[in-house]
């Protein structure tokens, strides 16, 4: 009888104790998964962001298609033939996910001219307030290359930034971003940073030594390059502003004149139809260089970037028509080919070589089940896999949230040990009874 009680009155405490322990707290319940459908109007606090959904996974490329001579493009069922246009290279990309459609000559190195300017713009635009003054240096009109195009900058005048930046990309102004480049540390200082900014980008085609595009030696772009500042331009809302604005007021003192943007595929000038949903972004001409010309347009919700250098025929307004003839294919292309190639950063060759040895050190002799050494400064040792670890603050698949699962189990043990320590202390005190 005395066990028997013994056993019940343990047994009773420990269903107590694990009712208790069993209820969850409430502040130890995890949140439910973000569901985009949760969202309702008014339920974000104000000053607050949302995180956009994440983008489908990117289709595999081979990047080093790109690299091959002659027209790349790998046509899908029912695809429109690639146009046949003189351009000695050309880029057609989605500017979104970045993905060549096509390409000719994609890599080949050839001067830039103007086109040059929309990397200094990628470059400069970030540092000076649009409404910022500056009252113009004779010193930072010099060196100006004989025959340029300029908007009229005069010593000792004073000009907005924005007024600046409409010289560049309106009228082409050299005279502008020779300006610009004084605000900003200087012509070759703004040269390297030029060439850094390239480099950030993955234009590894590009040598920057005159930023304003004028003819220089070994200076030179490609098309893919052109192609990436015009998609990295898309994404700055100044930059956009600026290169798709037709016609601007430029200031002279008391006065002012008006300019037009030398992109005919914008204005609709001289005899060139205006394309529909043009961004615009930039167009050059030297004599060296021809002409080259990058665009962006829009349709519905697909927006392509198409870069041009150097036609080889129909004279100076071909490079729009060709431009035209490719945004076209582009358009109607999309979704029936498959891309040949990327104008997202790709790994440098050091860094392919390194995950090659790293792999290949992988498959030699790695064990699956390695602690991954990470060295001061959170980088992982050259072979070394990188592996997540757990956060500690979320349970995992399958553990339970709240108290330790080991606390209940330890408190029914104790229960029983007092109980059975009871039993024996009453057992030995009725013997001496």
């Given at each position: 009888?005395?066990?028997?009680?013994?056993?019940?009155?343990?047994?009773?405490?420990?269903?107590?104790?694990?009712?208790?322990?069993?209820?969850?707290?409430?502040?130890?319940?995890?949140?439910?998964?973000?569901?985009?459908?949760?969202?309702?109007?008014?339920?974000?606090?104000?000053?607050?962001?949302?995180?956009?959904?994440?983008?489908?996974?990117?289709?595999?490329?081979?990047?080093?298609?790109?690299?091959?001579?002659?027209?790349?493009?790998?046509?899908?069922?029912?695809?429109?033939?690639?146009?046949?246009?003189?351009?000695?290279?050309?880029?057609?990309?989605?500017?979104?996910?970045?993905?060549?459609?096509?390409?000719?000559?994609?890599?080949?190195k050839l001067p830039p001219a103007s086109t040059l300017k929309a990397l200094?713009?990628?470059?400069?635009?970030?540092?000076?307030?649009?409404?910022?003054?500056?009252?113009?240096?004779?010193?930072?009109?010099?060196?100006?290359?004989?025959?340029?195009?300029?908007?009229?900058?005069?010593?000792?005048?004073?000009?907005?930034?924005?007024?600046?930046?409409?010289?560049?990309?309106?009228?082409?102004?050299?005279?502008?971003?020779?300006?610009?480049?004084?605000?900003?540390?200087?012509?070759?200082?703004?040269?390297?940073?030029?060439?850094?900014?390239?480099?950030?980008?993955?234009?590894?085609?590009?040598?920057?030594?005159?930023?304003?595009?004028?003819?220089?030696?070994?200076?030179?772009?490609?098309?893919?390059?052109?192609?990436?500042?015009?998609?990295?331009?898309?994404?700055?809302?100044?930059?956009?502003?600026?290169?798709?604005?037709?016609?601007?007021?430029?200031?002279?003192?008391?006065?002012?004149?008006?300019?037009?943007?030398?992109?005919?595929?914008?204005?609709?000038?001289?005899?060139?139809?205006?394309?529909?949903?043009?961004?615009?972004?930039?167009?050059?001409?030297?004599?060296?260089?021809?002409?080259?010309?990058?665009?962006?347009?829009?349709?519905?919700?697909?927006?392509?970037?198409?870069?041009?250098?150097?036609?080889?025929?129909?004279?100076?307004?071909?490079?729009?028509?060709?431009?035209?003839?490719?945004?076209?294919?582009?358009?109607?292309?999309?979704?029936?080919?498959?891309?040949?190639?990327?104008?997202?950063?790709?790994?440098?060759?050091?860094?392919?070589?390194?995950?090659?040895?790293?792999?290949?050190?992988?498959?030699?002799?790695?064990?699956?089940?390695?602690?991954?050494?990470?060295?001061?400064?959170?980088?992982?040792?050259?072979?070394?896999?990188?592996?997540?670890?757990p956060h500690r603050d979320s349970p995992g698949d399958g553990e339970p949230?709240?108290?330790?699962?080991?606390?209940?189990?330890?408190?029914?043990?104790?229960?029983?040990?007092?109980?059975?320590?009871?039993?024996?202390?009453?057992?030995?005190?009725?013997?001496?009874?």
């Amino acid at each position: 009888m005395i066990v028997t009680s013994a056993v019940r009155h343990a047994a009773a405490g420990t269903a107590a104790l694990l009712f208790v322990l069993s209820a969850p707290a409430a502040t130890a319940s995890p949140a439910p998964p973000f569901s985009p459908g949760s969202l309702t109007s008014g339920s974000v606090a104000s000053g607050s962001s949302v995180e956009e959904p994440t983008p489908p996974a990117p289709r595999f490329v081979d990047r080093a298609r790109l690299d091959r001579r002659g027209t790349q493009v790998q046509k899908l069922p029912g695809a429109p033939s690639v146009p046949e246009v003189s351009a000695l290279s050309w880029v057609v990309a989605d500017a979104s996910s970045g993905e060549v459609l096509a390409a000719r000559n994609a890599h080949r190195k050839l001067p830039p001219a103007s086109t040059l300017k929309a990397l200094f713009a990628l470059t400069a635009l970030p540092h000076n307030d649009p409404s910022e003054q500056h009252t113009v240096a004779d010193s930072e009109l010099t060196g100006i290359g004989a025959g340029s195009s300029l908007v009229g900058i005069k010593e000792g005048y004073t000009y907005k930034v924005s007024d600046l930046w409409n010289g560049v990309f309106l009228s082409s102004g050299n005279d502008a971003v020779h300006v610009l480049a004084a605000m900003n540390g200087g012509w070759d200082a703004m040269s390297r940073k030029m060439q850094e900014k390239a480099r950030s980008l993955g234009a590894r085609d590009t040598h920057v030594v005159s930023p304003d595009g004028y003819d220089a030696p070994d200076q030179v772009s490609s098309a893919y390059d052109l192609a990436v500042f015009g998609r990295a331009g898309l994404q700055d809302p100044a930059f956009v502003r600026y290169c798709s604005t037709p016609y601007a007021d430029f200031p002279a003192g008391s006065w002012s004149y008006g300019i037009a943007n030398t992109n005919r595929l914008l204005t609709g000038a001289d005899g060139v139809a205006r394309y529909p949903g043009l961004l615009g972004i930039k167009n050059g001409y030297t004599s060296n260089a021809g002409n080259t010309l990058i665009s962006a347009a829009r349709r519905g919700d697909r927006t392509l970037v198409v870069s041009v250098m150097n036609p080889q025929g129909g004279g100076g307004l071909a490079v729009y028509e060709e431009a035209r003839e490719l945004l076209d294919w582009g358009f109607e292309a999309a979704g029936r080919v498959q891309p040949v190639g990327s104008l997202l950063p790709g790994p440098t060759k050091a860094e392919a070589e390194a995950g090659s040895r790293a792999v290949a050190a992988k498959r030699a002799g790695g064990r699956g089940d390695e602690t991954v050494s990470v060295a001061a400064g959170g980088a992982p040792r050259a072979g070394a896999e990188a592996v997540a670890a757990p956060h500690r603050d979320s349970p995992g698949d399958g553990e339970p949230s709240g108290p330790s699962a080991g606390l209940p189990l330890t408190l029914v043990g104790s229960a029983c040990a007092a109980a059975l320590a009871l039993w024996g202390w009453r057992r030995k005190a009725a013997h001496r009874a």
